[in-house]
């Protein structure tokens, strides 16, 4: 008689226990315990089961186990996981241990997702050996982790009703409940955002004259068409109420006014105004008082611009000057001031319609034994923790030409600027945009006034001139530029603009930001992401309500 090697049976792993439609089985705990439980039986059965057990009289022929059927979700293909190639003994396969056929929605054993996961390669060698790192989430397993992420949520209810804060929810919601400022189609590409988001802090550094201030400006410019106001700390005793109104525009009445100008005498004092300023909003907006019976809420945004930063020193510093008659290496203690200071005021922006502009100085500095050059922002380090935002401005050329304009004055001229985004918390860094900012005399009512831009539009045209040739097709199946003569103008099927009537940059850039469909396929097509505008008049708190509530919706119906 021939004798059989025998193999040992895998241990009966322990059964789940039921699961009904109210309740998920079992708890994280119970688990975990069988998980491990699972494995140290699996891996010593697996270093004993290929081994005779003993040798017998009998044929013994191993039955595989029979799986309940699940009890959820209709039958798949059934997945069947084979073991190795069995070698073969005088031209016939060699018998060897039964494989295991499961149904793909049925995850019941450690045994499975081990073969599950060594197939599929997703090991990690920080867990136990063998135990996948993604589990196959079908069945059973699904339903306990849609429990968990239900018990989440409802943590996370609990936690926004205690603390009256709605931006307390899930990742999902918090991405939906996005809001700022739109911006113009140039700006939009640099931050790879619709928006320029509110409740952040956004740092601009560059060396002096790069325009640095005037571009902050031009995001209170931005805010003003959405009602909003903006309030400047000047902390260094120049400021240029020409250039600032130039950008804006000229008051007709004091109710006009769209820039509040507040003198800062020290770091101290732009601190301490600063925080004065942003509790006064709150007050103005949603506290109830004598003079404020109905609060209107956070209706409007509103900037705030540091210029600079760095600009003054502590009272401290000042003071010790004044004493000993001279200045000593005092700059720690105004980067450890700001520093402080941050971290205290960030959390007060998140959670109204406000943005802080953070204007500060750039210096080059050459490393010690090589050509290469670091960046040194002053004010500290800190800083670049609390941003959301960087810009760095640079100058790269002047512009001067003869106004055709019979309004304004002969010359104008301005400044050919680089704007690169060194940190984007909402997209790519390091993209970098050549701008002009232009400037002229414009004559109303016999008195000149300046009149100075940022030339977005023109900017735009440059982006897509240069995609057109890293990808030339794909620009020119949405809007096809051609450049004329001296480049300076150009031409547009797309636009019914022909090569014999050319124009500017900036006249074809505004028709490419006006014309919606082309606006919506260069935004997928350069990866822009679209978040919510602000709404003007509604209070800021109900529509950060209203679209997460919306998201909470749309994810129970999918």
């Known amino acids: 008689m021939i004798r059989k090697k025998v193999y040992a049976k895998p241990p009966r792993c322990p059964r789940e226990p039921e699961v009904d439609d109210e309740s998920i089985a079992g708890s994280l705990a119970w688990a975990e315990e069988i998980r491990r439980r699972e494995w140290r039986e699996l891996m010593a059965w697996a270093t004993t089961a290929l081994q005779p057990k003993k040798k017998v009289s009998m044929a013994f022929k191993l039955k595989p186990k029979v799986f309940a059927k699940p009890r959820m979700n209709t039958p798949e293909q059934p997945l069947e996981l084979p073991d190795e190639e069995a070698p073969k003994k005088n031209g016939q396969p060699k018998k060897s241990a039964p494989r295991l056929v499961l149904k793909a929605n049925k995850v019941s054993t450690l045994k499975t997702k081990i073969k599950a996961a060594v197939a599929a390669g ?66 939009e590409w640099l931050l790879q955002s619709t928006v320029m988001p509110l409740g952040r802090i956004v740092q601009i550094v560059g060396k002096t004259g790069s325009n640095k201030s005037s571009l902050a400006i031009e995001f209170i410019r931005l805010m003003r068409m959405w009602e909003g106001v903006g309030y400047m700390f000047e902390n260094e005793s120049r400021f240029n109420a020409e250039l600032a109104l130039s950008i804006l525009g000229h008051p007709a009445g004091s109710l006009d006014e769209v820039l509040g100008h507040i003198p800062c005498e020290n770091m101290n004092d732009w601190q301490t105004k600063l925080q004065k300023v ?38 401290e510093s000042t003071k010790n000057i004044e004493d000993k008659g001279f200045a000593g290496r005092k700059h720690p ?42 960046r040194i922002k002053t004010g500290g380090e800190l800083i670049g923790f609390q941003e959301s935002i960087e810009l760095e401005c640079k100058k790269l050329g002047d512009i001067h030409n003869i106004n055709p304009n019979k309004e304004a004055s002969i010359d104008a001229g301005g400044n050919r600027l680089s704007i690169k985004c060194f940190k984007n918390s909402f997209g790519q860094t390091n993209r970098e945009l050549q701008v002009d900012f232009r400037w002229e005399d414009k004559i109303i009512n016999d008195v000149v006034y300046q009149h100075s831009y940022f030339d977005w539009a023109g900017a735009l045209v440059n982006i897509l001139i240069d995609y057109q040739t890293k990808r030339r097709g794909a620009v020119r199946d949405v809007v096809d530029i051609v450049q004329v003569g001296d480049k300076d103008r150009v031409a547009s099927k797309r636009f019914k603009i022909s090569q014999k009537e050319p124009v500017s940059r900036a006249t074809l850039g505004k028709m490419i930001a006006r014309d919606q469909d082309v606006r919506h396929k260069l935004r997928r097509l350069l990866g822009i992401k679209q978040y919510t505008a602000f709404q003007p008049g509604v209070d800021y708190y109900n529509l950060i309500n209203s679209l997460r509530k919306q998201y909470e919706a749309n994810a129970d119906r999918e």
Do not use: W
């Open 278 to 315: 942003v509790e006064a909003l709150i007050a103005k907006m949603q506290i109830k008082s004598k003079t404020n019976l109905k609060p209107l809420g956070c209706i409007y945004p509103v900037g705030l611009i540091v210029d600079s930063v760095m600009g003054k020193l502590t009272f």
């Open 333 to 374: 203690d105004e980067a450890l001031s700001i520093t402080n200071f941050l971290k205290s005021f960030a959390d007060k922006l998140t959670d109204y319609p406000f943005i802080l502009f953070l204007v500060n100085h750039l210096k080059m500095k050459k490393i010690e034994g090589t050509n290469a050059t670091e």
């Open 122 to 187: 997703t090991t990690d060698d920080d867990e136990e050996p063998g135990v996948p790192t993604v589990t196959i989430r079908k069945g059973v397993t699904q339903r306990l982790a849609r429990y968990a992420s239900s018990s989440m949520l409802s943590v996370m209810k609990d936690l926004r009703s205690k603390f009256h804060n709605e931006m307390i929810t899930g990742a999902g919601a918090v991405r939906a409940m996005g809001i700022g400022i739109p911006i113009p189609f140039a700006l």
